[in-house]
């Protein structure tokens, strides 16, 4: 389950299927449309369904050039990444040349950690999220060589199946990406912005303060739009941390203030700024990150049961 073993193996796809999985890449099926090409839904002879990102490649490569990019996105398969199922190379009429690259990926259409569909997430299921976040970044950082770093993960990039199973969609992934007039470069797909994958100093760092975002979103409960809103929000929960029990809940979500234990509560908020600290040799490694997160889960649940018992 770790490794993404519940997914299907990994294999290359012939253009027609996927001209079939989408009605022919009709406008219906096109999901959306930006500097990284197109994202189209759709659904596999099988019933799969699959989401099928289209990039249009410069005519003077070969497919040669993009084999080790293809090797690499293969192995970037776990169960708390949107993982890719497969690629299609399409060439040219006179296949000298790739024309597109077609690499598909699972659909998850349940909803964002932002706006899940259903009731709103209790506050167990949003420590459980969280581990699910780190643990697909530590995934990236660790679980295949060389590292994905750089991800700019935001909390709208944190996808949720039916179950609440948590998957990050969108990440550092490593490609040619012809479509920015790049030349040779390594770019970042499907993210926001060229990451170039060179090695420097505290490089995983900036990946423990999107957490850190992403933490203090799910424990104000509203959306985080700004870095100045970054920048009061943690200010409130630094302040919060070293007072008593009635302060810290007067900043949390109120769906929740009443269900979350205050030493849970206290180890999420301390977390959260740590992750946000302006420093990033300050900050906590994705191994502490996991740590904290597990203990605010034990002391929630252990409160939960003592309630029980008086109960």
């Known amino acids: 389950m770790k490794l993404g073993a519940n997914l299907p193996v990994y294999r ?6 996927l001209k079939e999985a989408t009605n022919n890449f009709d406008a219906s099926s096109l999901m959306s449309e930006g500097s990284h090409g197109q994202m189209y839904r759709g659904k596999l002879t099988d019933g799969t369904l699959v989401a099928i990102r289209s990039l249009r490649m410069r005519k003077e490569y070969n497919s040669q050039i993009y084999t080790h990019h293809i090797e690499l996105i293969s192995k970037l398969r776990h169960s708390h990444l949107v993982s890719a199922l497969g690629h299609c190379l399409a060439y040219d009429k006179d296949a000298s040349s790739v024309s597109n690259i077609y690499l598909i990926f699972e659909f998850v259409p349940y909803g964002t950690l932002r706006s899940s569909k259903g009731p709103k997430l209790t506050w167990i299921q949003r420590i459980a999220a969280a581990i699910g976040v780190a643990k697909g970044i530590q995934f990236l ?70 957490i850190g975002v992403i933490l203090l979103e799910i424990i104000v409960g509203r959306p985080i739009m700004s870095q100045n809103e970054v920048f009061v929000a ?29 030493e849970s509560l206290k180890r999420m908020m301390e977390l959260c700024v740590m992750c946000l600290s302006n420093q990033p040799t300050h900050r906590p490694s994705i191994e502490d990150i996991l740590w904290n997160l597990q203990f605010a889960t034990q002391v929630q649940n252990s409160t939960h049961n003592n309630n029980q018992e008086l109960v």
């Open 234 to 262: 943690k200010d409130l929960l630094q302040g919060s941390i070293t007072k008593d029990d009635a302060a810290r809940k007067s900043i949390v979500d109120p769906e929740i203030k009443n269900e979350c234990s205050d």
């Open 141 to 210: 950082h660790t679980g295949i060589v060389p590292g994905v770093f750089s991800n700019n993960i935001k909390i709208t990039d944190v996808l949720l199946d039916q179950n609440l199973h948590v998957k990050l969609s969108t990440y550092n992934l490593p490609l040619l990406a012809d479509s920015m007039g790049m030349g040779n470069a390594i770019v970042s797909f499907p993210g926001r912005k060229a990451n170039f994958l060179t090695r420097v100093q505290n490089e995983d760092k900036s990946d423990v303060y999107d």
């Open 12 to 17: 290359s796809f012939a253009l027609e299927e």
